[in-house]
């Protein structure tokens, strides 16, 4: 398989995990096995055994866990603690009731499924939380924040895949009227065999209710104009975002270790892998949001012509975290100081909302609370 154009994109369009929407209730097997009413009642976490942790992001937790007898399969639970969702992202839904923001666009998406973003198989909640229940991508999966740290040699091959996927799901996102606005290495998973998914839809929106004057996401990856205070449409900083992926998986570092560099810096390449690549990192971080390209122009840089999705370019993650867990620290091929603390810093929704009484949006930096300067890089 191999198109230009983005259009590699298109054939991963179809759901290849997409079993869609699971309400039903199983009834157990009727051969006298004591679980036999578990699936009879409204869906719980009673069902599942939780077999591991998986992730601890800013909102709660992510675990593996197993349906009980007689049912076997394997799922990805995400907690979502109730009290800890914020006010700004309750939606009210007519059929569905009022649930987080998260949980209606993932359920929306299920509409539009992609080969490239995380499936939601189904949701449910008690007094405590919600659950989002998903297909686990690769057994054992990894997600890019720690791919980059252990990976020692990326070949430009395997990264350019890895970032053309990124840029294909954000892609289809932006066509079904959808901004991520997180999107970073954390909030990417691999299977091992090459494939990657777009998870963490919590500070995601739809295009609709924009411009935005809220800051979400991760300061690390947010564009100048969010910082300083700016309403923004959200397509155009999940481009600048991607851009300092782009440039994070390609150099192991952040390329603005803080506000003022994000804002002010001129853009330095440690090394120049290649012409294509680093043309495309300094395209994407273009302060002038009207003259970034779009999502879909990224797709049709000359970097991707002729790319090849079907080649497998994985790496065992068996092996790979095996050798970490001999070798540490040797096998971790970047400090992750460089690279800042993972969710140290995620998710700090409303951290540069501006006060009641304040113009629109935040006024960088007089209006930033301490709980969020405390979570900034050394600015010294
Ligand atoms: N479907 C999944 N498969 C594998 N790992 C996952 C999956 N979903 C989440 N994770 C892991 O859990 C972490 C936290 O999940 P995420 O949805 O990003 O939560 P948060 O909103 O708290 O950041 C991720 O960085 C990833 O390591
Ligand atoms: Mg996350």
């Not at 009227?177 to 299977?191: A, F, P, S, T």
């Amino acid at each position: 398989m191999t198109r230009t154009d983005g259009r590699a994109c298109q054939e991963n369009r179809a759901a290849e995990d997409g079993e869609g929407p699971r309400h039903e209730k199983r009834k157990a097997d009727a051969d006298g096995n004591k679980d036999e009413d578990v699936y009879t009642k409204k869906k719980s976490i009673d069902w599942f055994s939780v077999l591991e942790d998986m992730g601890q992001g800013a909102y709660g937790q992510v675990k593996l866990a197993q349906y009980q007898t007689p049912r076997t399969e394997k799922v990805v639970l995400k907690y979502v603690t109730k009290n800890r969702i914020l006010v700004d992202t309750w939606i009210r839904d007519r059929r569905l009731g009022t649930i987080p923001l998260e949980i209606h666009v993932l359920n929306y998406l299920r509409a539009y499924p992609h080969k490239n973003i995380v499936n939601m198989l189904d949701f449910f909640e008690d007094e405590v939380n919600y659950y989002i229940e998903m297909t686990p991508h690769g057994l054992p999966g990894m997600d890019l924040f720690d791919y980059i740290e252990l990976r020692a040699d990326m070949s430009e091959t395997e990264f350019r895949s890895i970032f053309y996927q990124v840029a294909c799901a954000v892609g289809h996102l932006h066509s079904v009227g959808v901004v991520h606005r997180d999107i970073k290495d954390e909030n990417i998973i691999l299977d091992g065999y090459g494939n990657i998914k777009l998870i963490d839809f919590g500070s995601a929106a739809y295009v609709k209710n924009g411009p935005f004057t809220v800051f979400v996401g991760t300061i690390d990856y947010a564009a100048p104009e969010v910082l300083s205070g700016k309403s923004y449409l959200g397509k155009e900083q999940d481009v600048w975002a991607a851009g300092i992926l782009l440039y994070t998986i390609i150099y192991k570092e952040n390329p603005f270790y803080d506000v003022n560099e994000i804002m002010n810096n001129e853009l330095r390449l440690p090394s120049v892998v290649s012409e294509a690549s680093a043309d495309l990192i300094r395209r994407m971080l273009n302060r002038e949001i009207d003259q970034r390209p779009t999502i879909e122009q990224v797709l049709d840089d000359p970097w991707f012509k002729n790319i090849d999705l079907s080649a497998s370019i994985g790496q065992d993650l068996h092996t790979l975290r095996a050798s970490a867990a001999e070798n540490q620290p040797k096998a971790l091929s970047v400090p992750a100081s460089r690279r800042g603390t993972r969710g140290a810093r995620s998710r700090m929704h409303s951290a540069l909302h501006a006060g009641p009484g304040s113009p629109r949006g935040a006024q960088f930096p007089m209006d930033l609370p301490t709980s969020l300067t405390k979570l900034l890089p050394d600015q010294s």
